[in-house]
Structures are given as structure tokens and as C-alpha cells.
């Protein structure tokens, strides 16, 4: 959420970096209704210190003998202008409130400017896309073929869009958390989490999820509690509604869990295979920072997802994603694409993004510094460890050869108990 005080200070900087995320976006209203509220409570601080006068001679009054019935009455009425004046002022707060719930966060300074997703900018590569000397086929077909993935029962069972995994390749997705957890913990340093994948809306609005994309969450009926769409949502709220001190300052947290989405606004995108289902597993990382640590350890979060591309030899790419097609709730972000020969071209595998305070704000997370004992809130950073279902069909269309058969990479193989599946 933006800092209402920085919006008063700065509303043409505010508007200026929201409209090179959107046009259409603007602070006006809010900055309207929080001049209304501030002028209600104005005028009730004014009959506050009326009403203070006032009772003070009522005692006054009351010592010298004298009849207050007259003041008395008066102070009553005033009482009951300050209660109307604050009902006005509940309802300006909560006016304001939902507005700046449903305000994106402003684009960093260094965020490229764009108006699409085709102004993004390649910051770096890893890897030549793969070619073969024979005809590469799509992951779905090869999923089928080998028996690891029932498309048709999965379906069956759910609806569109779930999965059920079998044998092998059940083997390989818990394989790939295991690594990806096991990496993230041991070479980076993370703290293992595994967290409630049911969260309340408290939890689900402190990191942006709500009230602006309600149509793409699974809600529990008659009970405050969604499934979540992302490790993300009950990581980053441990600490909502805490105040931590400086020196447990930066915080590396990891979480594999099964993330659950609607996706309301994708008809017609990727209906086939495993690039965008209603239910997957994830590994996620998520970092709590001191504003001055924030922009460093975005780009460290960033090479730890890169870095197990890397470790199972895919080739991929880093993008830095411009201001009208970065995430809701961040003010800056790098996608990491896996090339997936089936597309010819790369897809999100990570998205690794910096929110600022944005987050905080919402989820009311804080610190205090160390040397001066002031309390401001803390900066909120969040990251793909990868997307498991995305790897595996990364893996099967990377890594298939002439026979028909896939070979694991190297470093599964001890996850795996088997080097290819046949």
C-alpha cells in the first residue's frame, strides 16, 4: 500500500511513475477524500477542545454554586457533533483504505518504461536453445507417452486444468523440490518453512492478493480462509503485524508448497500440458530487508533461482520486465525464462521482484533501527525457487534424445534413484 503521507508531499511525482505503469491510473480521488477527512477531523478537534473548555467551567460553575444546566446541555450537543463528525471520518478511512488497496505500487526509478511486455529488456543468457537432428516433440506428448502424467484422470478427478502425475514422474517433481529446497537451504543459506496453505484475508491482503484479484483465488465457502496462490502469501506474513529489530535483519526464508489459482483472466492461454494449471507446486523464496539491503539482495535472490537453471543445465535467460508489465504489489522485477522448444521460444519459470515497503505497509511489518531506536517498516522481496511443474517440462523437452528416451540431469540423479526414463 502507498504511504498516504508521501502521496500528500509528492502527488504529481506519485501520479507521474503510476502512469508509466498504466494512463489510466491516478491518485486524485485519494488525494479528494483524504482532504475531506482531514477537514472533518479538523473541525472534531476543534469541538474536542470545545468541549474540554466547556466541561472545565462546568466545574467551575458547579464550586461557585451557579446552575450548569445551560452548559451542560451545550457540551452534550457538542458530543454529539463529534460523534457524527467521526462516523464522517470512519467512513472517509475506510473510503480512502479501499482505494489505496486497489493502487499498484509505484515502478522503481530504474524500471524500464514500456507499455507492453514486448518492451521488456533481456538483461542476460545462459545456454543455446536447444536444437536436434530430429524432431523435438512438445512435453504433453512426451508426458503421455511415457506413462508420467495423466492428463485424461486428472480432469476426471478435478476439472480442467489439474494434473495427475504417476511413476516416474511423480518421482521426478518431488525430486526437483527436494533439490531445489536442498539448494536453497544448504548453498544459500535459506530457513526451510512449510506453512499453512490455507491463509486467512488478512494474510491474503497484506500481500496484495486482495481485494484486486479475489476472481483468481480459491475461497473456502462460509469461512475466512483461502487456498493460496503462492508460498509467497503465508511467508512473507509470519511477521504481520511485528516489529523485528535490525540485527535479524536480512531474513532468508524457503517453502515448497502446492499453490492454487484460479486463473480467471487466462481462457484460451496455454490450455496444454504443464505451463499453466490450477494446481502446482512451487519452491519459493522470500527475504524481509532493511530498505538500504534491498536493492542488493534482489539481484542475490535473483542468481539464487538462476542458480539452478544453471545446475540442471537449461538454458534460460534473464528479463527485466518493464513498468506496464511488472507485478501488482512490485516496484521492480526479473523474470528468469526457461527456452521450452514446443514455444521455439523462452517462458516464465521465475519472477523475482522487489515490493519496496509496499507490502509492509499492507501487513503492517516493521523494524526497529539499531542505532537510533525508530521503528519504520521493512522492505519485502519474493522470488520462484523455481516452479517445479514448469521444470519438469523443461527437463522433458531439453533433455529428450534421438531414442525417444530422456535423460535426467546430472544433479537429480540422487533424488531420483534413475538417470532416464525410457
Given amino acids: 500500500m502507498l504511504d498516504i503521507k508521501l502521496i500528500r508531499e509528492n502527488p504529481e511525482k506519485i501520479n507521474e511513475l503510476l502512469k508509466r505503469r498504466n494512463p489510466e491510473l491516478s491518485i486524485d480521488e485519494v488525494l479528494q477524500i483524504d482532504t475531506q477527512r482531514r477537514a472533518v477531523q479538523t473541525e472534531a478537534d476543534e469541538l474536542r477542545s470545545k468541549r474540554k473548555n466547556e466541561s472545565q467551567k462546568i466545574g467551575e460553575l458547579k464550586k461557585q ?6 452548559i451542560q446541555e451545550e457540551v452534550r450537543k457538542i458530543g454529539d457533533e463529534i460523534k457524527i463528525l467521526e462516523e464522517k471520518e470512519a467512513e472517509f478511512d475506510e473510503k480512502q483504505r479501499t482505494l489505496l488497496l486497489n493502487i499498484p505500487n509505484t515502478p522503481d526509478e530504474t524500471t524500464p518504461i514500456g507499455t507492453s511486455e514486448n518492451d521488456n529488456k533481456i538483461v542476460c543468457g ?5 536444437e536436434a537432428d530430429f524432431e523435438l516433440k512438445p512435453h504433453w506428448d512426451i508426458a503421455e507417452e511415457k506413462g508420467i502424467v495423466d492428463f485424461e484422470r486428472g480432469v476426471k478427478l478435478s476439472q480442467s486444468r489439474f494434473i495427475l502425475y504417476r511413476g516416474k514422474g511423480a518421482v521426478l517433481e518431488r525430486a526437483i523440490i527436494n533439490f531445489f529446497l536442498d539448494v536453497h537451504t544448504k548453498e544459500h543459506g535459506y530457513e526451510e518453512i512449510l506453512p499453512p496453505v490455507l491463509v486467512n484475508s488478512a494474510a491474503m491482503t497484506g500481500t496484495g492478493q486482495l481485494p484486486k ?20 502469501v503465508p511467508v512473507t506474513n509470519i511477521y504481520q503485524g511485528e516489529i523485528l529489530n535490525e540485527e535479524d535483519l536480512p531474513k532468508y526464508m524457503t517453502a515448497y508448497t502446492p499453490c492454487f489459482r484460479r486463473e480467471a483472466g487466462s481462457a484460451g492461454k496455454d490450455t496444454r500440458g504443464l505451463i499453466r494449471v490450477h494446481q502446482f507446486n512451487k519452491v519459493e523464496l522470500v527475504k524481509l530487508t532493511t530498505p538500504e539491503q534491498s ?27 518493464c513498468t506496464a ?4 504489489s512490485a516496484q521492480k522485477c526479473f523474470d528468469l525464462e526457461v527456452y521450452m522448444p514446443s514455444y521455439n521460444g523462452y517462458k516464465e519459470i521465475s519472477s523475482c521482484s522487489n515490493f519496496g515497503d509496499y507490502q509492509a505497509r499492507r501487513a503492517n511489518i516493521r ?30 523437452e531439453n533433455f529428450q534424445q534421438s531414442d525417444g528416451t530422456i535423460k535426467i540431469p546430472r544433479v537429480l540423479h540422487q533424488y531420483t534413484g534413475f538417470d532416464v526414463i525410457e
Fill in 126 to 130: 545462459c545456454g543455446e536453445p536447444t
Fill in 65 to 70: 454554586g451557579q446552575n450548569t444546566d445551560e
Fill in 325 to 328: 508489465d511488472i507485478g501488482f
Fill in 213 to 232: 484479484f479475489a476472481e483468481d483465488m480459491y475461497k473456502c465457502e462460509n469461512e475466512d480462509l483461502y487456498l493460496i496462490p503462492t508460498a509467497e
Fill in 295 to 321: 536493492h542488493e539482495e534482489h539481484l542475490k535472490l535473483t542468481k539464487d533461482a538462476e542458480r539452478v537453471l544453471e545446475l540442471l543445465e537449461l538454458p534460460h535467460r534473464r528479463v527485466e520486465l
Fill in 367 to 396: 523494524y526497529r533501527e539499531k542505532s537510533s531506536g525508530k521503528v519504520q517498516f521493512i522492505h519485502t522481496l519474493n522470488g520462484s525457487g523455481l516452479a517445479v511443474g514448469r521444470t519438469l517440462a523443461a527437463i522433458l
